[in-house]
């Protein structure tokens, strides 16, 4: 069973666009996040929700939007993309301080590739 | 706020020697690190994790780090590299600060060759 999972795994299309990538996790986990990890591998975190409610918004373009139905999902849609969006995106899940564990579970990214 | 400084970028080793992956962290407050793995086109996987009981911490495939408050360090070891072992590993810190977010700062990452 996949811990934390994404789709699409690819994702390729052209400026202007708008697309979403899905993210659930099965460990029940009550916090998810959004990273981007940029060319230089570079990872840095976007935004978390702890069970439905956002608790992390760090300094992206409102074009970015998390949208969290209930605590296993988190989706990221993305509004008129330009070039500079295309990175991978990881969504990871955490029990964030339940029991003293703060470690973070990533599912496999999602490359986004913007024409 | 917390940082995290990984020292080297690339770190060559022959198969059998010994691996070092250095990272600094700078923590107002007592800090949680971890060490994470990316093989190629793959995500994160936790190799381990300090969360201040042992400071000798033992991980996933023979590695190992040890905290050591006085030189903010958390180094990555392992005493015999493998090709299996090339990849690019992170080094991340986190608090239990009010807002108990969880929010991991990354550092910039650290690609391990093997050389046969």
């Known amino acids: 069973d996949t811990a934390v999972s994404q789709t699409p795994k690819y994702l390729v299309t052209q400026m202007g666009n708008d697309k979403s990538i899905k993210c659930e996790q099965n460990l029940g986990h009550d916090t998810m996040y959004w990273y981007k990890q940029d060319s230089k591998k570079f990872l840095k975190i976007m935004f978390s929700?702890?069970?439905?409610?956002?608790?992390i918004n760090e300094t992206v373009p409102n074009r970015f939007s998390p949208k969290s139905p209930d605590k296993a999902h988190l989706n990221l849609h993305i509004n008129s993309l330009e070039l500079g969006d295309s990175a991978v995106y990881f969504c990871?899940?955490?029990?964030?301080?339940?029991?003293?564990?703060?470690?973070?579970?990533f599912g496999p990214g999602t490359r986004l590739t913007v024409t | 706020a917390q940082s995290v400084t990984q020292l080297g970028s690339h770190v060559s080793v022959s198969e059998g020697a010994l691996v070092l992956l250095r990272c600094n962290y700078s923590s107002s407050v007592p800090p949680y690190l971890f060490w994470y793995v990316q093989y190629p086109n793959q995500g994160l996987q936790l190799l381990l994790k300090y969360t201040s009981a042992a400071t000798l911490v033992k991980g996933i495939n023979g590695f190992e780090a040890e905290f050591k408050k006085s030189e903010t360090s958390f180094h990555l070891t392992k005493p015999s590299a493998h090709m299996s072992d090339a990849a690019e590993y992170f080094c991340?810190?986190?608090?239990?600060?009010?807002?108990?977010?969880?929010?991991?700062?990354f550092g910039q990452g650290t690609t391990l060759q093997v050389k046969p």
């Open positions: 991340a810190v986190t608090t239990d600060g009010s807002s108990n977010t969880g929010k991991l700062i």
């Open positions: 990871a899940s955490s029990p964030a301080g339940t029991s003293g564990t703060y470690e973070q579970y």
């Open positions: 929700y702890n069970n439905k409610e956002l608790i």
